[in-house]
């Protein structure tokens, strides 16, 4: 009966101090199959890859992404794309992170972070045949509108402001991260700022992104790319009862 007792308290407790060790064990590369495997320790991100490929890194050491979806992707060295910084992370502790958009429009285009208050005054269309979600107008009186009037003046602010035509590539949200803690009960579920990928998502998932976060979650960032003629990339079948959201 002793051994049972032991045998049923004992397997347990190490089956916890496994889970315990494996969380927080050093950051590292691991070797198996011919690949390396690398764990970001922020985000839980996971990198696989070949013997001759390495994760690209920014100037801190923390690895870049691609976001697809909610899901941040690391990408190799040297990926194609514009690099942008956007604070994520616990929503009062948000640190700039680089995500990377590889162009999609008709060059010349280029890529921009631009970070606006809630509600931001931005009406979206979708693009039913290109399939994407593009900017259609700006809200008279918001600061949208306000940070475009100012940019037609100075050219040198554009890059602070969104504008009509810009197509959406990702933009930031609130979500709830259970970190390994919380499934033990140890920690609470922490409110994430997240960084939601746009590429080749359907409407209705962008627009579910789109309202995931409050007022005092604190800006919003949109990550936008435009073209540098300023040309409105707006799709003449875009129905503007089933598929235009102000937000």
């Given at each position: 009966?002793?051994?049972?007792?032991?045998?049923?308290?004992?397997?347990?407790?190490?089956?916890?101090?496994?889970?315990?060790?494996?969380?927080?064990?050093?950051?590292?590369?691991?070797?198996?199959?011919?690949?390396?495997?690398?764990?970001?320790?922020?985000?839980?991100?996971?990198?696989?890859?070949?013997?001759?490929?390495?994760?690209?890194?920014?100037?801190?050491?923390?690895?870049?992404?691609?976001?697809?979806?909610?899901?941040p992707w690391p990408v190799e060295e040297g990926?194609?794309?514009?690099?942008?910084?956007?604070?994520?992370?616990?929503?009062?502790n948000t640190q700039p992170r680089t995500y990377?958009?590889?162009?999609?429009?008709?060059?010349?285009?280029?890529?921009?972070?631009?970070?606006?208050?809630?509600?931001?005054?931005?009406?979206?269309?979708?693009?039913t045949r290109r399939g994407r979600v593009v900017?259609?107008?700006?809200?008279?009186?918001?600061?949208?509108?306000?940070?475009?009037?100012?940019?037609?003046?100075?050219?040198?602010?554009?890059?602070?402001?969104?504008?009509?035509?810009?197509?959406?590539?990702?933009?930031?949200?609130?979500?709830?991260?259970?970190?390994?803690?919380?499934?033990?009960?140890?920690?609470?579920?922490?409110?994430?700022?997240?960084?939601?990928?746009?590429?080749?998502?359907?409407?209705?998932?962008?627009?579910?992104?789109?309202?995931?976060?409050?007022?005092?979650?604190?800006?919003?960032?949109?990550?936008?790319?435009?073209?540098?003629?300023?040309?409105?990339?707006?799709?003449?079948?875009?129905?503007?009862?089933?598929?235009?959201?102000?937000?």
């Amino acid at each position: 009966m002793d051994k049972a007792f032991l045998t049923a308290t004992a397997v347990p407790l190490m089956g916890l101090a496994g889970a315990i060790a494996y969380k927080f064990r050093p950051v590292e590369w691991q070797k198996g199959d011919g690949k390396k495997v690398f764990e970001d320790s922020e985000t839980g991100a996971v990198f696989q890859s070949e013997e001759s490929v390495s994760p690209e890194r920014d100037r801190k050491g923390e690895l870049a992404f691609r976001a697809v979806s909610y899901t941040p992707w690391p990408v190799e060295e040297g990926a194609e794309g514009d690099r942008v910084r956007v604070p994520v992370g616990p929503v009062s502790n948000t640190q700039p992170r680089t995500y990377v958009f590889p162009r999609i429009l008709p060059q010349p285009s280029k890529v921009l972070a631009v970070s606006l208050p809630r509600p931001m005054g931005i009406v979206l269309e979708e693009d039913t045949r290109r399939g994407r979600v593009v900017v259609s107008e700006l809200a008279e009186g918001s600061e949208a509108a306000k940070r475009a009037k100012v940019a037609k003046l100075n050219k040198a602010l554009e890059s602070s402001s969104v504008q009509v035509g810009d197509v959406l590539r990702g933009v930031t949200c609130t979500n709830f991260v259970y970190e390994t803690q919380a499934l033990w009960g140890a920690a609470a579920p922490k409110r994430t700022i997240v960084m939601y990928g746009a590429d080749k998502q359907k409407w209705l998932q962008v627009m579910g992104a789109l309202r995931k976060g409050d007022k005092s979650d604190g800006h919003v960032t949109m990550v936008v790319e435009r073209r540098v003629d300023r040309q409105v990339d707006i799709d003449a079948d875009v129905t503007a009862k089933e598929a235009k959201t102000d937000y």
